[in-house]
């Protein structure tokens, strides 16, 4: 496995090479892979049961940690608040839910932020 994008800390990225950002779509969104963006680059499973292959391909790092559990829910950070009414700071959240700005609310997983979006509740 190899990582792209800017160090986000963890111990990954002084175990394992770092790679420029690649070119393509993640391997779990299929969403592009851009500039700035952190990530992985790792081997992905495909075909049938009778005929699997390994392919290498990038997957973003909120894509990564949603797919293992690491993150719970992902909500939409709106001048402070989240759009669902979760209480408090985001350091304060339970364990596993993070945010994205209104600009990335496709990442958002909380059914509650994403019903405000699509009732159009959301004045930036």
């Known amino acids: 496995m190899k990582w792209f994008g800017p160090d986000w800390g963890a111990p990954c990225c ?14 779990f969104c299929t969403e592009p892979i851009t500039q700035g963006q952190r990530g992985f680059v790792m081997m992905h499973a495909r075909g049938t049961p009778d005929a699997v292959r390994f392919v290498e391909g990038p997957v973003h790092l909120e894509c990564f940690l949603l797919n293992t559990g ?11 608040a989240a759009l669902c ?3 408090g700071l985001p350091s304060e959240w ?23 979006i699509t009732a159009g509740d959301v004045q930036a």
């Open 14 to 27: 002084r175990s394992t090479p770092q790679i420029l950002t690649p070119e393509g779509t993640c391997e």
């Open 70 to 80: 690491a993150i719970k829910d992902v909500h939409v950070l709106l001048h402070g």
């Open 85 to 87: 009414g979760l209480r």
């Open 94 to 116: 339970p364990d596993g839910h993070r945010w994205v700005g209104v600009e990335d609310q496709r990442l958002a997983t909380c059914a509650a932020c994403k019903r405000a």
